[in-house]
T-cell receptor
Framework: AQSVAQPEDQVNVAEGNPLTVKCTYS??????LFWYVQYPNRGLQFLLK??????LVKGSYGFEAEFNKSQTSFHLKKPSALVSDSALYFC???????????FGAGTILRVKS | DGGITQSPKYLFRKEGQNVTLSCEQN?????MYWYRQDPGQGLRLIYY???????QKGDIAEGYSVSREKKESFPLTVTSAQKNPTAFYLC?????????FGSGTRLTVV
């Protein structure tokens, strides 16, 4: 069965500092991994995905994520946080031969000025 | 612009009532999904459909029903059997590895 863990309910970071939001996964076979962001009472906005190829994936708004197969992780990173990055972030995984996306519980990111 | 439209944005249900949430997409995607979002629990899959006239239960299907009579539409009915329906409901569609989400419907029991 597929599963995703986001071990931190909340991450606090100062504006201008680097940020990391952690994600680990469990899936049979090759994983397809995704990061989404959600603002209050809104749908999910796509940030980036890993399907195959380079382990470092670059996405929207300056975010990137590194796929680490040995550690089964896909942490989201940004070199310099903005106050406007404050939101709820979801990691998701699907099995390469299925359609269902399985989500983590989400991590609230708070960036303070 | 292509996308997914969910309506209504806010919905209030009385005890014992059935209500239907609408989800329409013009992306020509084959697969569609319904997720429920509760604080601290992430998104949980209710139902999904990979093709017209076919759908499968997700992880929390009890108290919900769906239909997929048209490719563009995947309505979700929250029945009176769902004892705790207050939540934020998200519809999504996909083709390959591209997923698109609607803006959600917030359902509240009054």
């Amino acid at each position: 069965a597929q599963s995703v863990a986001q071990p931190e309910d909340q991450v606090n970071v100062a504006e201008g500092n680097p940020l990391t939001v952690k994600c680990t996964y469990s899936v049979s076979g090759n994983p397809y991994l995704f990061w989404y962001v959600q603002y209050p009472n809104r749908g999910l906005q796509f940030l980036l995905k890993y399907i195959t190829g380079d382990n470092l994936v670059k996405g929207s708004y300056g975010f990137e994520a590194e796929f680490n197969k040995s550690q089964t992780s896909f942490h989201l990173k940004k070199p310099s946080a903005l106050v406007s990055d404050s939101a709820l972030y979801f990691c998701a995984v699907k099995w390469e031969y299925g359609n269902k996306l399985v989500f983590g519980a989400g991590t609230i990111l708070r960036v303070k000025s | 612009d292509g996308g997914i439209t969910q309506s209504p944005k806010y919905l209030f249900r009385k005890e014992g009532q059935n209500v239907t949430l609408s989800c329409e997409q013009n992306l020509n995607h084959d697969a569609m999904y319904w997720y429920r979002q509760d604080p601290g629990q992430g998104l949980r899959l209710i139902y999904y459909s990979q093709i017209v006239n076919d759908f499968q239960k997700g992880d929390i299907a009890e108290g919900y029903s769906v239909s997929r009579e048209k490719k563009e539409s995947f309505p979700l009915t929250v029945t009176s059997a769902q004892k705790n329906p207050t939540a934020f409901y998200l519809c999504a569609s996909s083709q390959g590895t591209g997923y698109t989400f609607g803006s959600g419907t917030r359902l509240t029991v009054v």
